[in-house]
């Protein structure tokens, strides 16, 4: 069964961290693209971060770049979202997405998989 799931949101002051996760089944995991995209109401879904898993350099949204950090385990088919420094308008619920390419984007259209998302909720 292809699922994704994440977890690790909540609610956090300004300022604070969380580290969301997102693991992935019924996937092939190295080699593909692993996104986290973010939505807050009335907006627009928002590309946060992406890796191809094992193979390449991460990119960031300018927005969260220098505070955000996207990571990898590959033995247990997990990816990371590490956020930091978070701020008031970090609030979204956050998702983790599937591209079956070995090229990455930050691009919603470009992915195949969505995990049902997780809160993430920063107050100032």
């Known amino acids: 069964q292809v699922q994704l799931v994440e977890s690790g949101g909540g609610s956090v002051q300004a300022g604070g961290s969380l580290r969301l996760s997102c693991a992935a089944s019924?996937?092939?995991?190295?080699?593909?693209?692993m996104g986290w995209f973010r939505q807050a109401p009335g907006k627009e879904r928002e590309g946060v971060a992406a890796?191809?898993?094992?193979?390449?350099?991460?990119i960031y949204a300018d927005s969260v770049k220098g505070r955000f950090t996207i990571s990898q385990d590959i033995a247990n088919n997990t990816v990371y979202l590490q956020m930091n420094s978070l701020k008031s308008e970090d609030t979204a619920m956050y998702y983790c997405?599937?591209?079956?390419?070995?090229?990455?984007?930050?691009?919603?259209?470009?992915?195949?998989?969505w995990g049902q998302g997780t809160q993430v909720t920063v107050s100032s």
């Open positions: 997405a599937y591209k079956a390419a070995l090229t990455c984007s930050r691009r919603s259209s470009d992915f195949d998989i």
């Open positions: 019924g996937i092939t995991f190295r080699r593909n693209c």
């Open positions: 890796i191809v898993v094992g193979a390449s350099m991460p």
